[in-house]
């Protein structure tokens, strides 16, 4: 849509009020609600707001900011009808004298998605992102109580979450969304909902879209839901797994019938990007201290730098599908990551592995959890890194994610986790006081 199709379809819906949404470095959805009277001025992109107060923005020195709204995103949010309707715009965040900002993640994933082009290829990614439901306190604050005992594939009464994930499936096609799957999944309280693929900026945008669905719609059932990648010890986490392919032309340039497995020799190029960078990249895919309590052995989260057509364990596998649905399925990545700066930096390594033409290592068919040090020696099968400092150092010495990200970003980004970093690591946690407290 253009700016006049979305002023009249705002009359058609009735809509009282716009959001107008865009995310922080860090990926958290932040909004600004304008009445309808002050659309036009927002979509001439003439609202200006105050960047000092968002994370990674900008000092208080040189706060003003502008927001353009896209019209192509313009949603209704189905659950403000009966009171006040409500529509959202996600924005791209540009400096006072209208050049694009440097630290707006949307603009960041765009830069990526143009020099996709000028190589003549459209990324197209769908995630398969999962969350826990938690019950509520007498107060209303998040437990790690689960509402259910269920495991995969489980349904009522086992899986006392199923009205919860039903209602957000209906809200999310009420708004477009072409759902293609909601299950429970391993863990007690664990879900997934799964929607069809898009070009990158669709799907970045969408991502940003269903978690704050998916979190509405459970405080509307008296539940707290959380994309924190491991809030429970002992059970499997929650990951994003994002399947990609690239296409040129309408077609799927990673399909080669000629070949025996089907694979072009671009896809390849693009898997071994994927591997050579998957370390300089995993601080943004994997961007919180909790994120490398997931990445461990045992629970079906990759941790090892290989890829494999048959089984799960390495950190990107070949689905089945051919033809236009020939994609690989990156596994290492969670859903608290910022979804602009995550597909900017895969698609930047992909694009990477085909301009140098790199070649991957050969397919690793055999369950790497179960080999010995010695045998993933002898194939040169590198590990994520392990915790979060691990990561921020692979991240800082890489030239391609500084580039993929701008030195605006990336700066900011490493200066916001250490600082994380620095809290947790002062922290005195309820683990060291039930193991020290009363022995020493």
Known sequence: MDKYEVLQRVKEDQIRFIRLQFTDILGMNKNVAISVEQLEKALDGQLMFDGSSIEGFARIEESDMLLRPDPATYMVFPWTKDKAPSA??????????????????????????????????????????????????????????????????????????????????????????????????????????????????????????????????????????????????GVAGSGMHVHQSLFAD????????????????????????????????????????NSYKRLVPGFEAPIYVAWSQRNRSPLIRIPARRGNSTRLEL??????????????????????????????????????YHMSETRRDELDIASLPGNMYEALNCFSGSALMRDALGEHISERFVAAKLAELKLYDTTVHDWELKRYLSVF
Do not use: W
Request: with cysteine.
């Open 88 to 233: 959202r715009l996600i924005c791209d965040v540009y400096n006072p004298d209208e050049t694009p900002f440097q630290g707006c993640p949307r603009g960041t994933l765009k830069r990526a998605i143009a020099l996709a082009a000028e190589a003549g290829y459209v990324m197209q990614a769908g995630p398969e992102a999962e969350f826990f439901l938690f019950r509520r306190d007498a107060d209303g604050f998040p437990t790690t109580i689960t509402n259910d005992q269920g495991g995969y594939f489980d349904l009522s009464p086992i899986d006392q979450g199923e009205d919860a994930r039903r209602d957000m499936v209906l809200t999310l096609q009420d708004m477009g969304f072409h759902i293609e799957a909601s299950h429970h999944e391993c863990a007690p309280g664990q879900h997934e909902i799964a929607f069809r693929y898009a070009d990158a900026l669709t799907t970045a945008d969408n991502i940003a879209t269903f978690k704050l669905v998916v979190r509405t719609i459970a405080l509307q059932h008296g539940l707290h839901a959380t994309f924190m990648p491991k809030p429970i010890y």
């Open 250 to 289: 309408g077609k799927n340039a990673f399909y080669d019938e000629s070949t025996e497995d089907q694979l072009s020799e671009l896809a390849k190029q693009y898997i071994a990007g994927l591997l050579t960078y998957a370390r300089e990249y995993t601080a943004i895919t994997n961007p919180l201290i």
């Open 331 to 368: 596994r290492s990545a969670d859903p608290s990551c910022n979804p602009y700066l995550a597909l900017a930096v895969m698609l930047r390594a992909g694009l990477e592995g085909v301009k140098q033409g790199m070649t991957p290592p050969p397919s690793v068919d055999s369950n790497i």
